[in-house]
């Protein structure tokens, strides 16, 4: 089983190469993803598929919002949720 340190950085490599499309970036944990423009609803949709396809975790559109998936630590912490 991953822990979170191997989550995060598949998340944040994911993010930055194929959302954001700067590899270069440096992607804060508690950085607003979103609410910062870095990513819009389209990306949160992709980044849902990834999730599923990578670690067998489905996020369910209620958990899809900017309240909920606005940052790393967010999105690390729910797809570790359900790694569990």
Known sequence: MMDDVAVRMKLRNFI????????DYELN???GIITEGLMDSFALAE???YVEQEFD???PDS???VEK???LDQMVARVMRDLD
């Open 57 to 59: 975790v489905f996020i």
């Open 47 to 49: 980044f849902a598929v």
């Open 69 to 71: 998936m606005d940052t």
């Open 29 to 31: 944990d508690t950085e």
């Open 63 to 65: 958990d899809l919002t």
């Open 16 to 23: 930055t190469r194929e959302l954001i499309r700067d590899e």
